[in-house]
């Protein structure tokens, strides 16, 4: 699909911002721009004609951008259209709460129309839309644009900056707020006040009208050192206020300083795109575990233990398939240790904490692991005098998992013919304690277990005494 047969639905609860973009959008050959000012009216038009990509302000009147991805996500018509979230100011809990939805784009304002089409693009890409379509890419050193009726003052000005920045210069305020509203605005305007046919202050109030120039940062360079032309500046969204005749080291530290803003800036959009890739990733690899990875993995499993019933098997090969089954449990423990992580990090695992005995729980996965890797010649002492009753208060599955993961690996680290010693503590926190008789090679494996018990208000601590070692389990006491 081209641009010109692509659909798109702006969703913003400012009309002068609204209205600026959708004619920038048009301009570019959309076929088609829609309008919505909050999350309801978006929702009825995205139900009543199709749309193929919808470009939403966080900040929406009563409501947000999320609001509105939620509901779409919510309704199986809807929940497939590419969405990109606008935004000036993300809370980190809003970032947060996007990357668990699945946002996939977001773009931080200010923003040119080349960033804002190369999204749109790399959106729609993921659809197999608009794929051949050649849109503007690169992005340019940053930039200043000086405006002044004044040549001389023009060149002065210019420079200052040339060394350090790209500069523009403008003689008028109409000039001025075509490059601001062209394919690559400026960074920084250096402002002038008196000029005529439209002065600094009208020059400014377009500019705040505009989505490609309302949050470019504004320094008055004029004559003007009342303190009324003073508050009007800053009251137009003015960052700073020169006056003239102008201190040249003084301005060149308030620009550099602004521009260190700026800088700051592009960098959040950077963040913020690895990490919604980062999440994007991580939805990746939960689906490839649970379905492209377990599924076969189980198949194999079911096949091994009908092979191992087989009466024809002489001892040779019921040792190789007994092998292959261990296997094949070691590989699937790893896989759903690692999915639990995943969901843990993304956000989408929910946990439902509830009172647990840790003796029963114990003595079970005691018995699992002898189950499956036999006991070695390694003798497991469950001592229950001090701690019968201890209870904690912690997710079902993720528990076993994390008691299970600790378990299996101090079982391992045990050589032949020594004594595993398990002691429940009933302190609070509630603790498990897992005397080795030796210091186990790696500690690595408990980094996971760590993850799961700290994800539940718990932690696991390793303690090292000479050659022997302490694995400290704790959870929440119920």
């Known amino acids: 699909m081209s641009i010109n047969a692509t659909t798109l639905l702006v969703v913003d609860s400012d009309p002068v911002l609204t209205r600026a973009l959708v004619d920038e959008l048009q301009r570019y050959g959309f076929a088609q721009v829609l309008q919505a000012n909050d999350v309801a009216s978006a929702l009825q038009q995205l139900r009543q004609a199709p749309v193929s990509l919808v470009l939403s302000e966080q900040n929406l009147t009563g409501s947000t951008g999320l609001a509105l991805f939620e509901g779409m996500r919510s309704d199986e018509t809807l929940a497939e259209i590419p969405f990109v979230l606008m935004s000036s100011a993300m809370q980190r809990q809003d970032v947060q709460r996007a990357i668990q939805l699945g946002i996939r784009d977001l773009l931080v304002k200010p923003f040119t129309t080349q960033r804002l089409l190369e999204r749109i693009q790399r959106s729609l890409q993921r659809d197999d839309l608009l794929a051949q379509t050649s849109l503007p890419q690169g992005e340019e050193r940053a930039s200043i644009l000086v405006v002044d009726d004044t040549p001389e003052n023009l060149q002065l000005l210019a420079g200052l900056f040339r060394d350090q920045f790209k500069v523009k ?19 920084l305007i250096l402002l002038d006040v008196m000029m005529p046919d439209m002065d600094g202050f009208e020059v400014a109030r377009r500019l705040r009208q505009h989505h490609a120039s309302e949050h470019i940062p504004i320094i008055f360079v004029t004559a003007l050192s009342d303190e009324r032309s003073r508050e009007q500046g ?9 006056f003239k005749p102008i201190d040249p080291t003084l301005l060149r530290i308030r620009v550099r300083n602004l521009m260190r803003y700026v800088e700051h800036r592009r960098q959040l959009q950077t963040d ?22 377990l599924q076969p993995l189980n198949q194999c499993a079911e096949a091994l233990q009908s092979l191992a019933q087989d009466g024809a098997l002489n001892p040779a090969q019921k040792q190789q398939v007994q092998l292959a089954t261990q296997g094949g449990q070691q590989m699937k423990e790893l896989l759903e240790l690692a999915g639990e ?23 079970e996965l005691i018995g699992e692991l002898r189950q499956r890797y ?5 003798d497991i002492q469950l001592e229950t005098a001090l701690g019968s009753s201890t209870a904690v208060m912690a997710d079902p599955g993720l528990c076993h998992a994390l008691l299970y993961r600790v378990l299996k690996h101090a079982h391992a680290a045990c050589p032949v013919g020594s004594q595993l010693s398990l ?49 400290r389990v704790s959870l929440p006491r119920a």
Do not use: T
Not at 286 to 291: E, F, K, Q, R, W
Not at 348 to 361: A, D, F, K, T, V
Not at 374 to 378: E, L, P, T
């Open 234 to 242: 800053l009251s137009l969204g003015a960052v700073d206020y020169v």
């Open 341 to 363: 992580q995943l969901s843990l990090e993304a956000g989408q695992r929910e946990l439902c904490p509830e009172s647990i005995r840790l003796n029963p729980l114990l003595r």
């Open 423 to 471: 002691v429940m503590i009933d302190e609070s926190p509630a603790q498990v304690k897992l005397l080795l008789p030796v210091r186990p090679a790696s500690n690595k494996p408990l980094a996971a277990a760590r993850a799961l018990a700290r994800a539940q208000g718990g932690d696991v601590q390793q303690e090292d005494d000479g050659e022997s070692c302490v694995i």
């Open 374 to 378: 036999g006991d070695r010649g390694v």
């Open 169 to 187: 210069l403008a003689h008028n305020g109409e000039k001025a707020i075509a490059i601001c509203h062209s394919d690559n605005p400026p960074d």
């Open 272 to 293: 913020l795109d690895q990490l919604l890739e980062l999440a994007a990733l991580r939805a990746d690899m939960l689906h490839l575990i649970s379905h492209d990875l």
